[in-house]
């Protein structure tokens, strides 16, 4: 079993900085890609920030030079730091991670169940 769970979230100002955080465990060889969506009501999900094992990052233009995301590959965790918080950023941020399968080394997605970020303008 793989585990995937966000921390973090909460209500927060408009203009202010908010912290999430991610950790995968249980049954994994490696973990190749993890990242942050987030779903708004009456949208679809969308890209926040994604992060390579070799720290590659990849930004939505919305959050470019706002958010930044991290990771700590010996932990299995990942953080998005959010600065400049707006309400348009508010929705339910989701963890994904692309994890590698120990029985055939196959790629696996998985999904945190989502912590919600609320900014109040």
């Known amino acids: 079993q793989v585990q995937v769970a966000e921390s973090g979230g909460g209500l927060v100002q408009s203009g202010g900085s908010l912290r999430l955080s991610c950790k995968v465990s249980g049954r994994i060889y490696g973990i190749n890609e993890m990242g942050w969506y987030r779903q708004a009501p009456g949208n679809q999900r969308e890209l926040v920030a994604t992060i390579t094992a070799g720290h590659t990052t990849n930004y939505a233009n919305s959050v470019k030079d706002r958010f930044t995301i991290s990771r700590n590959n010996f932990a299995n965790t990942i953080t998005l730091q959010m600065n400049g918080l707006t309400p348009e950023d508010t929705a339910v941020y989701y963890c994904?991670?692309?994890?590698?399968?120990?029985?055939?080394?196959?790629?696996?997605?998985?999904w945190g169940q989502g912590t919600q970020v609320t900014v109040a303008s």
């Open positions: 994904h991670a692309v994890i590698i399968r120990p029985s055939d080394l196959e790629r696996e997605n998985h």
